[in-house]
């Protein structure tokens, strides 16, 4: 072969290499050529991209700071899970509004429910006929106990698997090490929970939202400002002055409330209990990366440094 050919032929082989590289659906190796992945909460993403890594870039519906209980999705939200192949939520009824921007994106994608299996804890409310709000199911924010956010991620493990195969052994170790580290969370709770004497071990909140962490650390739920696991239910003027004779006869120290909610009843009840407010909770979204809890993880720590700072 002469060496005109074999640059003839040379350059053909390398142009054939860069038409390659160029094509449309040919991907990165390692990643998959395209999966559209979206959860609904912000917690919600940040655990499911521990499990997807840096195969998967998982989006989050609701913006940051903003209370699922109280959210309207727009028509730019109803394209997002329109354009999305795998919807991750969090399930059990929190997500109220579901069903119906489901129906209004149409089309089909693959939805992981996050709390799939795990056991609803019965609220006071459920005995009653669902309204104002409530969910008749039970409470649905098991995520605030990092044990049973241990199923969300088995949960996200196997339906990432499933929408994407190829990454199912890369998912399953990542999930391993993330479900290690919500062990890991679950101790450092328990050393830090310590602190307060189990006299002083009784929760007071805006809504019915930390039950499982209650009954995972040995608290006592006195009550809640609103009566329900849903915070856009309202109080009535006889429930409220019953959790004031409850909070007083309980010796409560303190009355904990989410970021985002309206203050005013919590300080009325607060004042005739004759105890403080402790404010800026985070159960329901994370902060922006600048702020104090950019993650779950942070999210759980700086909720129990606020505990237990305001009940040892």
Known sequence: MNSRLFFQRLGLALMLVLL???????????????????????????IAQNVAGDRLTVAALIPVGVDPHGFQPTPADVKKVAASQVLIVNGAGFEEFLDDLLKNAGGERMVIEASAGLTLRETPDDSAPAAGGRHKEGDPHFWLDPVLAVKYVENIRAGLSQADPAGATIYAAN???YSARLNELDKWIAEQ???????????????????YFADRYGFIVVGAVIPSVSAGASPSAKELAGLVDQVKQARVRAIFLETGSNPQLA?????????????ELYSHSITDPKGPAPTYIDIMKYNVNAIVSALK
């Open 193 to 211: 929970v310590k602190q307060i004497p189990e006299l002083n071990r009784r929760l007071v909140t805006n809504h019915e939202s930390l039950g």
């Open 20 to 46: 390659a590289g160029c094509a449309p659906g040919i991907a990165p190796a390692g990643r998959p050529a395209s999966l559209n992945v979206l959860a609904v909460e912000t917690f919600l993403a940040d």
């Open 267 to 279: 300080r009325q009840l607060a004042q005739e209990a004759g105890i403080k407010v402790v404010t």
């Open 175 to 177: 999930a391993d090490a």
